[in-house]
């Protein structure tokens, strides 16, 4: 059973530029979110989607994010006009339907962002 | 609104010594918690958690926490220290029934370090 996947694995980018990141669940797994981890310091919450549906946006910034998880394909995480603040590693979590499990997150190996 | 702290950002033990991670956590409403572990250039893995069923928790790779509501800790443990363990490791936790529900909130993390 294949884990969260995540590509790419490590992403340049000149400040500007608009960087994709994306992210396939786990099979079965219908929630997603995204943290973004800077150096040095633990994960923070950015973004929790379900299929078509944002949840729970509340820690990504105001300007510049954004993130889908369309009915087919991955989710996107989606950074426009990159800074050099926007440098860090972006993870991404899913968790399965139901109650039983729902709060288990399992993550994947993570996108390594630089902004040059 | 909820909060960890992870005492210690750098904790050194002896193979076969006892490992003890601290971690603290504020919640307005009855917490799971988790601990997670990160290798380098990894994702996290999930050790082990905490959903209100027993307070004793065992994990993975000989892992395990205590949940104390009078304390509010939940400290990891492992008897011997193994060369494998040595990776940061986050305690989150997650506040079910609060607006952020599903939203991970976790600690600023603990270096592990075994020595030989």
């Known amino acids: 059973n294949a884990g969260v996947m995540q590509n790419p694995r490590h992403l340049v980018r000149r400040r500007g530029q608009e960087a994709r990141l994306r992210c396939s669940p786990m099979k079965g797994h219908s929630h997603v979110y995204w943290y973004r981890q800077l150096p040095e310091e633990g994960l923070k919450f950015m973004v929790y989607?379900?299929?078509?549906?944002?949840?729970?946006e509340s820690g990504m910034p105001k300007e510049r994010f954004s993130a889908e998880f369309p009915k087919e394909g991955p989710s996107i995480l989606r950074i426009q006009q990159v800074v050099r603040g926007d440098s860090a590693a972006y993870f991404c979590?899913?968790?399965?339907?139901?109650?039983?499990?729902?709060?288990?997150?399992?993550f994947g190996p993570g996108t390594r962002l630089t902004v040059t | 609104a909820q909060s960890v702290t992870q005492l210690g950002s750098h904790v050194s033990v002896s193979e076969g010594a006892l490992v003890l991670l601290r971690c603290n956590y504020s919640s307005s409403v009855p917490p799971y918690l988790f601990w997670y572990v990160q290798y380098p250039n990894q994702g996290l893995q999930l050790l082990l958690k905490y959903t209100s069923a027993a307070t004793l928790v065992k994990g993975i790779n000989g892992f395990e926490a205590e949940f104390k509501k009078s304390e509010t800790s939940f400290h990891l443990t492992k008897p011997s220290a193994h060369m494998s363990d040595a990776a940061e490791y986050f305690c989150a936790v997650n506040a079910i029934s609060s607006g952020s529900a599903r939203q991970l909130t976790f600690g600023s993390g603990t270096q592990l370090t075994v020595l030989p």
């Open positions: 989607l379900q299929k078509e549906n944002i949840i729970d």
């Open positions: 979590a899913s968790s399965p339907p139901g109650s039983g499990r729902a709060f288990e997150q399992y």
